[in-house]
């Protein structure tokens, strides 16, 4: 049989299928930053999973861990029992990530994925102050199931509930619609004015920096006025830092350089660490007021992520790869000026920080035009945006200085390609 063939997709695969449609091919192999197709077509990823795979395509240090771990027949599948690999994660998050970041933390695991952790801290807020509302944010997103659906802002994602969605309100993020001081006092004043229509909420929800929703970042002015907010009123503050985190815009936390103290905070993707489904639930200790299996699920066991989740913890004993990651981020924000300059075509504008950086298209389509080309050239990315308008480098944190570069050039030989491609259409 010739898996080769697009078509087995197209005829048995759900017409949900999203990210195959973008990048044709049939892929097989992967490794750090590359991935080849059944053809021997080699491919930058500049994609990472959506986030998934902050330390590359099968990573030798979780490979060989998880190897070890299978060939011992370590338990795999284990609810939410006591295993030796939840106990070695649970050990070395707490002693390599919270410890010396002064923050007391219990993890919960709330299922696999971004939307479980989502959904966990929505109905813990909840529970914990006696409240219904959650106030979000524009652009925000923060998963597809129900719950997370209501603190979502893009239209068409919410369209597919197909009920309403409801217990919650959505303010603006920073800088939406005016400065930062404007902002702060716009949340307040709906907050606090008896005739706004707005309860008290239980909680705000909100990404220090936009994945899906554009590459919006916050500035930290923002997040210190949001946290005191929530404190000077008593309601809980959430971080969902399922895409940002992990190192992603240079410190293992993303709101680290704010330097608030979230009361619950939201991890998925890359905390596997190998691309295998995890996810957790910080929760500060006072509000940990959970009953026994009051909300639970069948993979909060998952030990295989565990295995690979405490490897990768072995890159944040030191400051070596936040170093890194911080330097590199220089270098992509400033190719990502010069392509504004070099292309006035694109009318763009650089969005985002750290590895979650691009640029916003000031002309309808062009983003996802470039992603298109991107792909011809060998050069895997994705478009973010309520309008992907927003075309998005999220390469492997773990990604060499000749990785990046080969990325960087495949990408402005996709924009130079796309502009002149625009040129002889329009004229």
Same mark, same amino acid.
Request: proline share 4%; charged share 25%; with cysteine.
């Given at each position: 049989?010739?898996?080769?063939?697009?078509?087995?997709?197209?005829?048995?695969?759900?017409?949900?299928?999203?990210?195959?449609?973008?990048?044709?091919?049939?892929?097989?192999?992967?490794?750090?930053?590359?991935?080849?197709?059944?053809?021997?077509?080699?491919?930058?990823?500049?994609?990472?999973?959506? +986030?998934?795979?902050?330390? #590359?395509?099968?990573? &030798? *240090?979780? @490979?060989?861990?998880?190897?070890?771990? %299978?060939?011992?027949?370590?338990?795999?599948?284990?609810?939410?029992?006591?295993? *030796?690999?939840?106990?070695?994660?649970?050990?070395?998050?707490?002693?390599?990530?919270?410890?010396?970041?002064?923050?007391?933390?219990?993890?919960?695991?709330? #299922?696999?994925?971004?939307?479980?952790?989502?959904?966990?801290?929505? $109905?813990?807020?909840?529970?914990?102050?006696?409240?219904?509302?959650?106030?979000?944010?524009?652009?925000?997103?923060? #998963?597809?199931?129900?719950?997370?659906?209501?603190?979502?802002?893009?239209?068409?994602?919410?369209?597919?509930?197909?009920?309403?969605?409801?217990?919650?309100?959505?303010?603006?993020?920073?800088?939406?619609? +005016?400065?930062?001081?404007?902002?702060?006092?716009? /949340?307040?004043?709906?907050?606090?004015?008896?005739?706004?229509?707005?309860?008290?909420?239980?909680?705000?929800? %909100?990404?220090?920096?936009?994945?899906?929703?554009?590459?919006?970042?916050?500035?930290?002015?923002?997040?210190?006025?949001?946290?005191?907010?929530?404190? &000077?009123?008593?309601?809980?503050?959430?971080?969902?830092?399922?895409?940002?985190?992990?190192?992603?815009?240079?410190?293992?936390?993303?709101?680290?350089?704010?330097?608030?103290?979230?009361?619950? /905070?939201?991890?998925? $993707?890359?905390?596997?660490?190998?691309?295998?489904?995890?996810?957790?639930?910080?929760? @500060?200790?006072?509000?940990?007021?959970?009953?026994?299996?009051?909300?639970?699920?069948?993979?909060?066991?998952?030990? !295989?992520?565990?295995?690979?989740?405490?490897?990768?913890?072995?890159?944040?004993?030191?400051?070596?790869?936040? *170093?890194? /990651?911080?330097?590199?981020?220089?270098?992509?924000?400033?190719?990502?000026?010069?392509?504004? $300059? @070099?292309?006035?075509?694109?009318? #763009?504008?650089?969005?985002?920080?750290?590895?979650?950086?691009?640029?916003?298209?000031?002309?309808?389509?062009?983003?996802?035009?470039?992603?298109?080309?991107?792909?011809? @050239? +060998? %050069?895997?990315?994705?478009?973010?945006?309520?309008?992907?308008?927003?075309?998005?480098?999220? !390469? !492997?944190?773990?990604?060499?200085?000749?990785?990046?570069?080969?990325?960087?050039?495949?990408?402005?030989?996709?924009?130079?390609?796309?502009? $002149?491609?625009?040129?002889?259409?329009?004229?």
């Amino acid at each position: 049989m010739n898996f080769n063939d697009l078509s087995i997709f197209e005829n048995l695969e759900s017409e949900v299928r999203s990210y195959c449609r973008g990048f044709p091919a049939v892929f097989h192999k992967a490794k750090d930053h590359k991935l080849w197709d059944l053809d021997g077509n080699e491919y930058v990823d500049f994609f990472s999973g959506a +986030g998934a795979l902050n330390y #590359g395509h099968n990573n &030798e *240090k979780m @490979k060989q861990a998880l190897i070890q771990y %299978l060939t011992e027949d370590g338990i795999t599948h284990s609810l939410d029992m006591a295993s *030796k690999a939840k106990a070695e994660f649970l050990q070395s998050f707490n002693d390599i990530i919270l410890k010396p970041r002064n923050l007391d933390y219990k993890t919960m695991f709330p #299922g696999p994925t971004g939307t479980n952790t989502v959904e966990s801290a929505l $109905k813990l807020a909840r529970k914990v102050t006696g409240r219904t509302n959650v106030i979000s944010f524009t652009n925000g997103f923060h #998963g597809m199931t129900i719950g997370a659906l209501s603190v979502t802002g893009n239209a068409f994602k919410r369209q597919g509930a197909g009920i309403p969605l409801n217990h919650s309100v959505t303010m603006p993020y920073d800088a939406y619609n +005016g400065d930062t001081k404007a902002q702060l006092d716009y /949340v307040k004043q709906f907050i606090d004015d008896n005739g706004s229509g707005v309860d008290m909420p239980a909680a705000f929800i %909100l990404e220090t920096v936009q994945g899906e929703g554009g590459l919006n970042a916050a500035s930290n002015e923002w997040l210190q006025g949001i946290e005191k907010i929530c404190r &000077e009123r008593g309601i809980l503050l959430i971080i969902d830092d399922v895409q940002a985190g992990v190192g992603r815009t240079g410190t293992f936390f993303s709101f680290e350089p704010a330097g608030i103290n979230p009361d619950i /905070v939201c991890l998925s $993707k890359s905390i596997g660490g190998y691309g295998l489904p995890l996810a957790l639930t910080l929760i @500060k200790p006072e509000y940990d007021i959970w009953a026994p299996g009051e909300h639970n699920g069948t993979f909060r066991g998952n030990n !295989p992520a565990f295995v690979a989740a405490t490897a990768a913890l072995e890159y944040w004993k030191d400051d070596t790869l936040e *170093k890194s /990651v911080q330097e590199k981020s220089k270098k992509i924000t400033n190719f990502l000026q010069d392509m504004t $300059k @070099k292309y006035p075509e694109l009318r #763009g504008s650089l969005k985002g920080r750290g590895f979650m950086q691009g640029i916003a298209c000031d002309v309808e389509g062009l983003a996802e035009d470039v992603a298109e080309k991107a792909f011809e @050239k +060998g %050069l895997i990315m994705e478009t973010a945006g309520a309008e992907d308008e927003v075309f998005k480098l999220f !390469p !492997p944190i773990t990604i060499d200085d000749a990785g990046l570069e080969d990325g960087l050039n495949r990408l402005e030989a996709a924009i130079e390609a796309t502009v $002149k491609q625009k040129d002889l259409v329009t004229s």
